[in-house]
């Protein structure tokens, strides 16, 4: 019997940080995603659980922001110019020709 792995798809799921679906830093999006719940119903929740602890659950949010990887496969693709298509700066010194010394005015 052969299973077909796809290395890219865990075999369980990930608590994760969407990119393309955050208010702030995606924290209840992400909860939303990995209980399949409404996105807006998490944060309304978050919100009561707020004032039902007299802001003690906003202590939560940054430890969970610092917790919770970025879900890098759901980013678009950029659009616009390249990185390409500006030129670096060229400083002196830094492998660019430099000119010789002037000779001294008379």
Excluded at 6 to 28: E, F, I, S, T, W
Excluded at 42 to 48: D, F, S
Excluded at 51 to 64: E, Q
């Amino acid at each position: 019997m052969t299973q077909n792995v796809n290395p890219a798809v865990p075999p369980y799921k990930q608590l994760r940080r969407p990119v393309d679906d955050r208010m702030v830093a995606g924290v209840c999006s992400g909860i939303a995603r990995y209980t399949n719940l409404d996105p807006t119903a998490v944060r309304a929740l978050y919100a009561l659980i707020t004032v039902l602890t007299w802001g003690t659950a906003l202590l939560a949010y940054p430890v969970l922001w610092f917790i919770m990887p970025e879900d890098r496969g759901a980013a678009p693709a950029p659009t616009g110019p390249t990185p390409a298509a500006y030129p670096r700066p060229v400083w002196p010194g830094a492998n660019a020709p430099v000119s010789p010394p002037h000779p001294p005015a008379a």
